[in-house]
């Protein structure tokens, strides 16, 4: 018995040191890499605006934040205005996310100085492969639901045609379309200085996506609607 109370406790001792130095590695391991990890995004950030506002000889003069809390959950809208060269303002790219289909998609949109929608990239999603991913092409300039060039108007948002707007829905991807769309509506509505709550054109035609019945029956059999 005496050499059983020895072992348990020698096994405990090893068990405890190996947690401690894993712990410690893993620490390690995180603040090591937490910096590279952290610049390559805001590489990838900067190099999203010039993308979204089609201006590679930019300064961003200013970071707005807007928190807002959206269908029981809270979302910030980061507003990254811009100026050329001559420090004359050009717009703004607007950091969106709203609920997809599969999870949050977080989107990056440019406005200039007129409520011109210049470009758009996707930062985030969970959307099916194959069907949902399209957005990030879909809806650019030579896409089948081009929405580059729209001006951009509160009391007109883009909303996808099924829900009488004027916008071609990803095919087979209705719920993803109405998340995409909503979410570049409510980045205007942020650069515009507005109420987001209010901005989406598919809430105007059903129910906020987030309840969207769609959603609860196509998630039922794994497919979009």
Known sequence: MKKLESSLTNMIIVLVTVAVVSGGLLAWVNNATETPIKEQDELALANGIKSVMGVENLTVTANDELKKNIGGKD???????????????????????????????????????????????????????????????????????????????????????????????????TITTRAFLKAVNQAYAAYADQDVDAASGASKQVKDITGDDLQDRAAKCGTEE
């Open 75 to 173: 979302y910030t809208f980061v507003v990254h205005k811009t100026s050329d060269s001559d420090g004359n303002f050009l717009g703004a790219a607007v950091e969106s996310t709203t609920m997809g289909f599969g999870g949050d998609l977080k989107v990056l949109v440019g406005f200039d100085g007129e409520g011109n929608l210049l470009g758009y990239t996707i930062l985030q999603h969970a959307e099916t492969p194959g069907l949902g991913a399209k957005a990030d092409k879909w809806f650019q300039k030579d896409g089948k639901g081009n929405i580059i060039g729209r001006r951009m108007d509160a009391s007109k948002p883009l909303v996808v045609s099924k829900d009488g707007g004027d916008v071609d829905a990803i095919t087979a991807s």
